[in-house]
């Protein structure tokens, strides 16, 4: 059991990969204030949190009942990923900026980053998703309590990526804004790149299986 758990933790850790989702973060945010960037963070974090438990307890029967295989979500996640991307690295604003300098009227106005591409498809991403769900249909083969240390597992690699999306704040200070200009349309080349992985993975996939 321990062992399967220890798996359990490096293989979230891995998929999820916290630390990746700071430079799409910094990217992103990186003109917004401090309490805004504070509110994305916890926000797209909850969000992959509830979206990878459902999949936890029903992933398995909605992807069966639908005929989802992985490599589709792969291929649908990349192409999700490449419009992320193509927005960094042409400079566009995400979303619109609020006049009255209300922050909660702003998060309103915008195009909200915490759902697209923060949470979906950076956190719970095809391949977190797709893993949360063989990772439990293997811990019930042993018990409940492995069923629920899983649960526990995917909350503590979330509050690993909260931690590390607040730690970008101290990096865009330091950085400033000419700094995080010129990093965003670099991440941004490193997303698509990313992108265009996931969807060639996924198209070979198919192949494979055909």
């Known amino acids: 059991m321990d ?12 998929v999820i990969d916290p630390f990746a989702v700071v430079p799409v973060y910094i990217g992103l945010t990186h003109q917004d204030s401090q309490a805004t960037r504070r509110h ?16 936890a307890f029903a992933g398995d029967r909605l992807l069966n009942v639908l005929n989802i295989s992985e490599p589709a979500f792969r291929i649908a996640g990349g192409f999700l990923l490449l419009l992320a991307s193509i927005e960094m690295v042409m400079g566009k604003t995400v979303g619109l900026r609020a006049s009255t300098g209300n922050e909660e009227q702003e998060l309103n106005k915008r195009e909200d ?9 950076l956190l719970a991403g095809p391949g977190a998703l797709t893993s949360i769900v063989v990772l439990m249909r293997q811990a019930q083969t042993h018990s409940f309590a492995t069923s629920m240390g899983v649960v526990l597992l995917t909350v503590i690699v979330l509050m690993i990526t909260y931690i590390s999306l607040r730690l970008g704040d101290g990096i865009m200070k330091i950085l400033g804004l000419t700094g995080t200009n010129v990093l ?24 494979r299986a055909v």
Request: proline content about 3%; some cysteine.
């Open 3 to 14: 062992d399967f758990l220890w798996q359990t933790f490096v293989t979230l850790l891995v």
């Open 40 to 55: 994305i963070a916890r926000k797209s974090c909850l969000i992959g949190l509830v979206l990878l438990l459902a999949f």
């Open 113 to 121: 980053i915490s759902v697209f591409p923060l949470a979906i498809p």
């Open 184 to 207: 965003t349309r670099v991440f941004g080349i490193i997303l698509a790149a990313l992108a265009v992985q996931n969807i060639i993975t996924g198209v070979v996939a198919v192949l």
